[in-house]
Nanobody, 119 residues
């Protein structure tokens, strides 16, 4: 079973950059798609970015393409979300998620990490 633990969320000012990390553990991680979602107060959870653990190919949602990137740190065994030029509307709980590449639904979730952006 894959386990996910997020870290890096904190309060920042508009325009700041922030890196969130998702520490992944378990067997056969190369078979999993790793993703970052976010959920703002009163809004539905939305996909921010995703990548196959073992591939450099990434998907970034349109709203995030200009400012966010997703990467993997091989040394630390993490999947990181790099966020630049943060805006107050980026305030949300950010979740790391995973699914087997043969499935459609993300069924493994971390507990989330809070990002608050002040203007």
């Amino acid at each position: 079973q894959v386990q996910l633990v997020e870290s890096g969320g904190r309060s920042v000012q508009a325009g700041d950059s922030l890196r969130l990390s998702c520490a992944a553990s378990g067997r056969n991680l190369s078979n999993y798609v790793m993703a970052w979602f976010r959920q703002a107060p009163g809004k539905e959870r939305e996909l921010v970015a995703a990548r196959l653990w073992s591939s450099s190919t990434t998907h970034v949602s349109d709203f995030a393409k200009a400012r966010f990137t997703i990467s993997r740190d091989n040394r630390k065994n993490t999947v990181d979300l790099h966020m630049n030029d943060l805006k107050p509307e980026d305030t949300a709980v950010y979740y790391c998620a995973a699914r087997h590449f043969k499935t459609d639904q993300y069924n493994l979730w971390g507990r989330g990490t809070q990002v608050t952006v002040s203007s």
